[in-house]
């Protein structure tokens, strides 16, 4: 299914580099906590859970859960954006791609799918399992 819509590309800060480095290379990594072992959502220099800043980014399944979603139908292309909690734990704000829009649940396995913007990196998002 074609999706039309434009994606602009993404901020790359000192925070997100190793992200989309990797994103570039079509690889999905989760920031993870190397003192506690906890992956976390969205991007910190600082683990939110204990405070360390030892973060390593590891290959993440790609798979996830929505959690919550919302349909744009307004928009000019319609899109859908939604919570998903990946199969590691983290929940994170994307988009829901590739699927009919009023087939999607709550609960629903999707699997990260990178969709390419406009003069940046790949983004990350999601469609049906
Ligand atoms: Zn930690």
């Known amino acids: 299914m ?19 480095n990797a994103a570039r290379e079509r690889r999905f990594v989760v920031p993870t906590c190397a ?14 859970f204990c405070g360390s800043d030892k973060i390593e980014w590891r290959a993440a399944s790609g798979r996830g859960r929505i959690y919550s979603y919302s349909v ?20 994170m704000l994307t988009n ?13 396995d999707v ?3 990178f969709q390419d913007t406009e003069d940046g990196p790949p983004v990350p998002m999601f469609r049906p399992a």
């Open 35 to 48: 003192a506690c072992g906890k992956p976390h959502w969205y991007p910190r220099a600082i683990c939110p």
């Open 2 to 20: 074609a999706d039309a819509r434009k994606i602009p590309a993404p901020i790359v800060n000192v925070e997100t580099q190793a992200f989309w």
């Open 96 to 108: 829901i791609v590739d699927c009919d829009f009023d087939a999607l649940k709550v609960g629903q």
């Open 111 to 113: 699997r990260v799918v």
């Open 72 to 91: 744009m139908r307004r928009a000019k292309e319609p899109y859908a954006i939604a919570y998903v909690t990946l199969a590691e734990g983290p929940a």
